[in-house]
T-cell receptor
Framework: KQEVTQIPAALSVPEGENLVLNCSFTDSAIYNLQWFRQDPGKGLTSLLL?????REQTSGRLNASLDKSSGRSTLYIAASQPGDSATYLCAVRAAGNKLTFGGGTRVLVKP | NAGVMQNPRHLVRRRGQEARLRCSPMKGHSHVYWYRQLPEEGLKFMVYLQKENIIDESGMPKERFSAEFPKEGPSILRIQQVVRGDSAAYFC???????????FGPGTRLTVT
């Protein structure tokens, strides 16, 4: 059974610092991995999707890496801003097409 | 191109009533997924549907919950005889094909009093 873990559960940084969010999964037989952002009381916004054959994806200040063999992904957010404050979720898709989510990392960027 | 739409956004039901949650996928998407986020817990998969077919319902509680995605109209998640433990945010996602990225709706927040 696939399990996804995100560490740390919460993170507080001053504005301008780089953010590093970690995601690990137990079964490396995945098709892809997605990173999402969730604001309080809101839905999920997809940030990046990495296919299992890819090592990383980049979008603006965001960069996500994937090491399938070790069951790890890392989301980097450069030069954090207060608007980056949110909960970040990673999810893996294995056979069966359903997403298995981690518990999330709650980020606070202080001005 | 409108995103995934869910209604209502907030729903309050008393114990024992029925709750009906609706999801309209993005245009051109024929695959729909329902997830539940209980308070202080992560999102959990419930059910995966294509038009008129349930593909995977491994995450659905065995009783009181059902889902459908008819040929015409939105997908419906139905909860009969709601209990307080059903209070949660219910999210719907859609994709154009099986292995494609899933796009999420804003969710329906169900409160059972």
């Amino acid at each position: 059974k696939q399990e996804v873990t995100q560490i740390p559960a919460a993170l507080s940084v001053p504005e301008g610092e780089n953010l590093v969010l970690n995601c690990s999964f137990t079964d490396s037989a995945i098709y892809n991995l997605q990173w999402f952002r969730q604001d309080p009381g809101k839905g999920l916004t997809s940030l990046l999707l990495i296919q299992s054959s890819q090592r990383e994806q980049t979008s603006g200040r965001l960069n996500a890496s994937l090491d399938k063999s070790s069951g790890r992904s890392t989301l980097y957010i450069a030069a954090s801003q207060p608007g980056d404050s949110a909960t970040y979720l990673c999810a893996v898709r294995a056979a069966g097409n359903k997403l298995t989510f981690g518990g999330g990392t709650r980020v606070l960027v202080k001005p | 191109n409108a995103g995934v739409m869910q209604n209502p956004r907030h729903l309050v039901r008393r114990r024992g009533q029925e709750a009906r949650l609706r999801c309209s996928p993005m245009k051109g998407h024929s695959h729909v997924y329902w997830y539940r986020q209980l308070p202080e817990e992560g999102l959990k998969f419930m059910v995966y549907l294509q038009k008129e077919n349930i593909i995977d319902e491994s995450g659905m509680p065995k009783e009181r919950f059902s889902a459908e995605f008819p040929k015409e109209g939105p997908s419906i998640l139905r909860i009969q005889q709601v209990v307080r433990g059903d209070s949660a945010a219910y999210f719907c996602a859609s994709s154009p094909q099986e292995a494609y990225e899933q796009y999420f709706g804003p969710g329906t927040r169900l409160t059972v009093t």
